[in-house]
């Protein structure tokens, strides 16, 4: 396998956590003028830390089963994302 196509496989186990932590920012945006308050952090930051959090549970879950693409790796993404999106709109309140 070349240069580029481990380049290639590298961006694709990361794209979930991104796609998953850019879902969230947008989301939050809308919900924020209904439900939540508005976050002090820029909507890059926010992205910033969801896809990085994300990132580290993608590592957690090829670490503990071996393998990528698990369905509960994918669920746990989805849950500390969106508990972290939560958190950083200041969630707890109210």
Not at 12 to 36: E, S
Not at 45 to 59: K, T, W
Request: charged share 10%; proline share 3%.
């Amino acid at each position: 396998m070349g240069p580029l196509d481990q380049l290639i496989h590298v961006l694709n186990f990361f794209a979930p956590a991104l796609g998953v932590a850019f879902f969230c920012v947008v989301f939050a945006q809308f919900a924020a003028r209904r439900w939540l308050p508005e976050s002090r952090l820029g909507w890059l930051r926010q992205l910033m830390v969801g896809a990085v959090l994300g990132s580290l549970v993608l590592i957690a879950g090829l670490v503990v089963w071996g393998v990528d693409g698990k369905m509960a790796t994918y669920g746990v993404l989805v849950l500390v994302c969106a508990s972290a999106q939560w958190v950083m709109c200041r969630g707890w309140y109210e």
